[in-house]
Nanobody, 113 residues
């Protein structure tokens, strides 16, 4: 599975961004898709994840502000980010779980104070 993200950028605190991730390859094998992020000097962390079983998980720090969605065929996954904070600044990675983990190249999100 190959993943390509888009939609990152620079936004002031309180603003919004929408990230998109397009999947290609063995899409039929995907059973979960979501988003992770990694800030400088920190470990990569889960932001939001959707599974084929119907569950949706969010990091506590983004609940109520971020919304993950996907299309029916696991071709794409999206992350709507509202009320952004400077601590949301990170590289955001698209993730897919199939026969193994797949990662996108990452997209930078920078929130200015």
């Amino acid at each position: 599975v190959q993943l390509v993200e888009s939609g990152g950028g620079l936004v002031p605190a309180g603003g919004s961004l929408r990230l998109s991730c397009a999947a290609s390859g063995s899409i039929f094998s995907i059973n979960a898709m979501g988003w992770y992020r990694q800030a400088p000097g920190k470990q990569r962390e889960l932001v939001a994840l959707k599974t084929s079983g119907g569950s949706t998980n969010y990091a506590d720090s983004v609940k109520g502000r971020f919304t993950i969605s996907r299309d029916d065929g696991w071709n794409s996954v999206y992350l709507q980010m509202n009320s952004l904070k400077p601590e949301d600044t990170a590289v955001y990675y698209c993730y897919a779980r199939s026969f193994g983990p797949s990662w996108g190249q990452g997209t930078q999100v920078t929130v200015s104070a």
